[in-house]
């Protein structure tokens, strides 16, 4: 792996309850992490659950937000916005899950009006885009991913993309138990690099944060983050238990 920072950030979609949140922190703030600067951490909950899990958090766990409305003090029954999720010490979110973008019909255009608002207030989008398995099959991964981030990111400056965190989720690949091979995701996050250099700079395309999300578990983690390109992992279903959030924390 390069010399960046590594990030394993875990997306607990709309699982565990209340008493599930304790007893997650309960284990992992005893956990005798190995103190590593260059390792960054923290899972998802659901909305509910953020000021909890902000409140129980004994270590530099970071809390991150599923989704976030852009707009502030409008009408937008159901949502939250950015202010609401700063105020509660919430400053990373998940911007364009292909969960976001299927069953909610989510947008391009959406989804570049919540990273700008997101970057522009000084809080980290982690921003998804990844093929589906037609797409995959069909050799269009590329295709996809250049007019995902051309339009994800239209209009938004080198000063702001700095903050962005990008998480490569080939769709095939969540949630099925089926997982991209190393270096498939490896070609797909190089070539991203390739793209984010064509609309920005060189420097932002080597030195942004690039995440693999899809199946992720302890037995593979450690092969997919020794790739080059690749900084971290967005996790599913394995960071639903502490014990093997830990062992991805943890990982080599």
Known sequence: MNSMKRYIFGNWKTYKTTQEVKEFFSVLNQ?????NPDVVFGVAPVFVHLALANELKRNECLVLAQDANYVMNKANTGTVSYEQLKDIGVNHVIIGHSERRKLFHE??????????TLLENRMRPILCIGETLEEYEANKTKAVLK????KDLKGIGSSLLKDLIIAYEPVWAIGTGKTASSQTAQDAIAYIRTVLGSLSSKTIANELP????????????????????????LVGGASLDPHKFIQLIEAK
């Open 210 to 233: 690039i995440l693999y999300g899809g199946s992720v578990t302890p037995d593979n983690v450690s092969e997919l983050l020794a790739q080059k390109d690749i900084n971290g992992a």
């Open 147 to 150: 007019d995902q981030l051309e």
């Open 31 to 35: 956990a005798k992490l190995t103190k």
């Open 107 to 116: 947008s391009d255009e959406l989804i570049n009006q919540k990273v700008k």
